[in-house]
C-alpha cells in the first residue's frame, strides 16, 4: 500500500476554459482536413512526440482541508479517503468520504500521483506505458571505460563479444541520436565545425536488429573516454 503525497498545481488554462479547448480541436481538424494524408499522418506523430500522452482524473472534495485527504494506491485502484474531525464535546462535526478510482490498462501505476489542482479539486494521473511500436529514445551513457575487461553479463547488439563497439569518436555525443522500435536499433550523428577555416560536415547511421536471445528492451548505450560506442541488451532469462 502507497500513500500519494498530495501537491497544489494551479488548474491549468485547458481545464478551466473546455469550450477553448475544444474549439482549438476543431480548428486543427479543419486545417488537417486540407493537408494531405502523409502530411496529416506526420502532424499527428509531431503531436504525439510532443504532448507524451497520460490519463489524469479529476474529482471534486468540497470542506476538507488537504491535510485530511490521504490517497492510497493499490491493486490496480486508487483510493481518495478525506475524514474531518471538528467540533467539540457537546457539538463534534464529523464528515468522512471515500472515492475509489480504476486505473485504466496501459498507465504506468509507479507513477501515479495525485495533486491538489484547484479549491476543492483533486486531480490524479499517471503516464501511459510506450506502446510496443512507439520509438523509444536510448540514451547514451558515459562510462570509464567499455572494454575494462569486466565480466559482465552483458553483450553488444551485434554480433561477436560484448567488447566489439562503434567508433564514433569523431562526434560530439550530444549529436549521437540512438533510437529503438522493438527489436530493432538505429543509430545516428550528423554535426557541421569549421577545421582550419574549412567547413566539414560529418555524417553516420547505422541499423541492426538485435539477435535473439536478449533483451532489446532492456537496451544500453555507453560511450567510453575513446569515444567509442557499445550497444549492449542483457541476456533473456531462460
Known amino acids: 500500500m502507497d500513500f500519494l503525497p498530495i501537491y497544489y498545481r494551479p488548474m491549468s488554462a485547458q481545464q478551466q476554459a473546455p469550450a477553448f479547448r475544444d474549439l482549438l480541436r476543431q480548428m486543427l481538424r479543419e486545417e488537417m482536413a486540407g493537408m494531405p494524408q502523409s502530411h496529416q499522418q506526420a502532424a499527428l506523430e509531431h503531436k504525439?512526440?510532443?504532448?507524451?500522452?497520460?490519463?489524469?482524473?479529476?474529482?471534486?472534495?468540497?470542506?476538507?482541508?488537504p491535510d485530511e485527504v490521504k490517497v492510497v494506491v493499490k491493486d490496480g485502484t486508487v483510493k481518495i479517503h478525506a475524514k474531518h474531525l471538528g467540533g467539540d464535546e457537546l457539538n463534534s462535526d464529523v464528515r468522512e468520504s471515500t472515492r475509489t478510482i480504476r486505473i485504466p490498462e496501459g498507465v504506468d501505476q509507479s507513477?501515479?500521483?495525485c495533486y491538489m489542482s484547484n479549491e476543492n479539486h483533486y486531480t490524479v494521473e499517471g503516464p501511459m506505458l510506450p506502446n510496443e511500436d512507439d520509438?523509444?529514445?536510448?540514451?547514451?551513457?558515459?562510462?570509464?571505460?567499455?572494454?575494462?575487461?569486466?565480466?559482465?553479463?552483458?553483450?553488444?547488439?551485434?554480433q561477436g563479444p560484448y567488447q566489439e563497439n562503434l567508433d564514433l569518436s569523431v562526434f560530439?555525443?550530444?549529436?549521437i541520436n540512438i533510437t529503438r522500435k522493438k527489436n530493432v536499433v538505429c543509430i545516428s550523428a550528423n554535426e557541421s565545425r569549421d577545421e582550419d577555416g574549412i567547413k566539414v560536415h560529418r555524417s553516420f547511421c547505422k541499423e541492426f536488429t538485435l539477435p535473439e536471445g536478449v533483451d532489446y528492451k532492456q537496451v544500453k548505450a555507453a560511450r567510453g573516454k575513446d569515444g567509442k560506442v557499445a550497444i549492449m541488451a542483457p541476456k533473456l532469462e531462460s
Do not use: C, F
Open 111 to 113: 507513477k501515479v500521483h
Open 135 to 158: 520509438e523509444v529514445d536510448i540514451k547514451l551513457e558515459d562510462v570509464p571505460a567499455i572494454t575494462d575487461g569486466s565480466e559482465v553479463d552483458m553483450q553488444v547488439a551485434e
Open 172 to 175: 560530439d555525443p550530444k549529436n
Open 48 to 65: 504525439r512526440r510532443q504532448v507524451p500522452e497520460k490519463w489524469s482524473k479529476t474529482i471534486r472534495l468540497d470542506n476538507y482541508h
